[in-house]
């Protein structure tokens, strides 16, 4: 499950809201961008494990709520 999913427990709202941006390939590649502006290979790590698990849930068929 994801970290985002915690969210839910707020309120079903919220919980979409942040599902949605975490889950968001322009979230993701501003956060490419840092990495790009820092040279920070940590980020370029966590850009591709996240970029992994979005585009894993994409063809799940798990999409954007």
Request: hydrophobic content about 55%.
């Amino acid at each position: 499950p994801d970290i985002s999913a915690i969210s839910y427990l707020i309120n079903e709202s919220i919980g979409d809201a942040l599902y949605n941006l975490v889950h968001s390939y322009i979230t993701l590649f501003i956060f490419f961008f840092v990495f790009l502006f820092t040279n920070e290979l940590f980020l370029l790590e966590i850009f591709l494990i996240w970029l992994a698990h979005i585009s894993m849930d994409r063809s799940l068929g798990y999409t954007l709520r």
